[in-house]
């Protein structure tokens, strides 16, 4: 009998991906790529197609923003009424003191709570991306390799591949799959997921990869690993199974995915390559 076994792969989609020029569509390019994000995805790709038959469950989550977005550059001005530049941070105290202010007149105040509340919690400051994974947008769809896998898999297995939708909320940066970074009490797809959480808690092993390794791979992990340990025990991290060839760093972020990393592993995850993983897989389809 099988043992469950849960493939989730964070944001494999096309605005985070350094596709070669020549497969890109005409008038199309990824606007957040992120420096061996296509390669991961292959390698993805080819782990569900050479031993998805031995996962009982896979599990997507898909980037899906407004134009619109607190952190997207259409949403802020400089003091003089300039254009804010993709990458740049922008921290509470830097709102009070005017350096820089929403283009709407009327969202200042609510920014500001945003911001405060943001960094109280710890974990990020506000960042100003490229506008990305735009709803609807060739960029929002996911790799094309990845997806004619999980296709695959899903007439295989006659299954359903659970298909996660994060970040539709302009107010607040949604890097997790778990939770927003600051949820919205208005707004429940911004509150804890619990029932793609619930779908967790069979699992004997969970493995995770997808892009970006620094940021959503770091924040869906992290609250993983702390519903686990609240559910489960602490021992119950030891189901993560973090596949290090399969996820990068946002350029600039290369230690916060490390740090990550090794924070994981030394609570109790494990690292793996996807090659390391594929003769589990393969002896589970077997059972």
Same mark, same amino acid.
């Given at each position: 009998m099988k043992r469950p076994l849960h493939l989730l792969v964070i944001d494999p989609q096309n605005d985070f991906c350094d596709l070669p020029a020549d497969s890109l569509p005409a008038g199309q390019a990824p606007t957040l790529p992120v420096p061996g994000a296509?390669?991961?995805?292959l390698r993805v790709a080819q782990l569900i197609g050479d031993a998805g038959a031995g996962l009982t469950q896979i599990s997507i989550t898909l980037?899906?923003?407004?134009r619109y977005d607190i952190a997207h550059p259409t949403f802020w001005r400089t003091s003089d009424g300039g254009p804010v530049a993709p990458f740049t941070e922008i921290?509470?105290?830097a709102l009070r003191d005017g350096r820089y202010r929403p283009a709407a007149p009327d969202a200042g105040a &609510?920014?500001?709570?945003?911001?405060? =509340?943001?960094?109280?919690?710890g974990r990020y400051q506000l960042m100003v991306w490229p506008v990305h994974c735009e709803i609807g947008s060739w960029g929002?769809?996911?790799h094309g =390799? *990845? &997806? =004619?896998a999980y296709n695959a898999w899903? *007439?295989?297995?006659?299954?359903?591949v659970a298909k996660l939708s994060k970040g539709s909320n302009p107010w607040t940066e949604h890097y997790s799959a778990v939770m927003a970074e600051v949820p919205d009490p208005q707004d429940p797809a911004t509150q804890q997921n619990t029932d793609?959480?619930?779908?967790?808690?069979?699992a004997q092993q969970i493995y995770i990869c997808g892009e970006a390794g620094s940021h959503c791979v770091k924040a869906s992990t992290e609250h993983i690993a702390d519903y686990l340990t609240q559910q489960q025990g602490a021992h119950a991290v030891r189901k993560l199974v973090l596949l290090t060839d399969c996820m990068s760093p946002v350029t600039g972020f290369e230690e916060q995915q490390r740090g990550f990393l090794a924070a994981m592993q030394a609570r109790g995850a494990r690292l793996a390559t996807a090659a390391e993983v594929a003769p589990e897989l393969r002896a589970n389809a077997a059972a």
């Open positions: 296509h390669q991961d995805m980037d899906a923003h407004h921290s509470a105290q &609510r920014a500001q709570a945003y911001l405060d =509340a943001l960094e109280q919690a929002q769809n996911v =390799a *990845v &997806r =004619a899903e *007439v295989a297995q006659l299954q359903v793609f959480l619930a779908t967790l808690l069979p």
